[in-house]
């Protein structure tokens, strides 16, 4: 059974810094492709970052580039969003998703090629 379990959501000041974790379980992670995207109040879900597991190619959303970054620890099954300069357009609920089977270096943005989802974190970014 497949779990990703997401964690370090909060509230934050405008630049500051929070990271998020995404713990996988029962997954088989060289052919996987780990997303994190994120649901602000009355928006759709949109496409945050993402990494293959194996390889490491990444890919961003233009509104997170140069400020997040998704990183990966084979060891701990888990994948990172470390969210630096932090604004209040962040918020939203942040959730991890699990794209498996994914072959290629492509890292897809589009959430309904992802396979696997978490409950979804909470970061709240103040003025």
């Known amino acids: 059974q497949v779990q990703l379990e997401e964690s370090g959501g909060g509230l934050a000041q405008a630049g500051g810094s929070l990271r998020l974790s995404c713990a996988a379980s029962g997954l088989t992670f060289r052919d996987n492709v780990m997303g994190w995207f994120r649901q602000a109040p009355g928006k759709e879900r949109e496409f945050v970052a993402g990494i293959k597991w194996s390889g490491g190619s990444t890919r961003y959303a233009d509104s997170v580039k140069g400020r997040f970054t998704i990183s990966r620890d084979n060891a701990k099954s888990t994948v990172y969003l470390q969210m630096n300069s932090l604004k209040p357009e962040d918020t939203a609920v942040y959730y991890c998703?699990?794209?498996?089977?994914?072959?290629?270096?492509?890292?897809?943005?589009?959430?309904?090629?992802?396979?696997?989802w978490g409950q979804g974190t909470q970061v709240s970014v103040s003025s």
């Open positions: 998703a699990a794209d498996v089977l994914r072959y290629s270096d492509y890292v897809p943005d589009v959430q309904g090629v992802y396979d696997y």
